[in-house]
């Protein structure tokens, strides 16, 4: 399946990227690397903070949302406030 657009490119490794265009490289690289359903999850940036909120389908997701936030180029913190999706 061709994909129309590229989740996350290397050029995408600018290290002074803040806020909205932070959060949104965060946001590409979590689905890109971590393969987990981001239709639940908010990523908010604030300076080089991120702040992950809203929920994922079980447990280990949880964590691979935060390795993934937390080896973006230019993050300095990462706070997790993701939940568990109730069925």
């Known amino acids: 399946m061709p994909m129309d657009k590229q989740m996350y490119c290397r050029r995408d490794d600018e290290p002074h990227l803040r ?50 936030a937390a080896s973006v180029i230019g993050v300095h913190l990462v706070e997790n406030n993701v939940t568990v999706r109730r069925h």
Request: net charge negative; proline share 0%; with cysteine.
């Open 19 to 68: 806020d909205d265009d932070l959060a949104g490289k965060v946001a590409r690289y979590i689905q890109y690397v971590a393969l987990v359903d981001t239709a639940h999850l908010n990523v908010i940036a604030i300076g080089r903070t991120i702040i992950l909120s809203g929920s994922v389908a079980n447990e280990a997701e949880v964590g691979c949302v935060e390795q993934a």
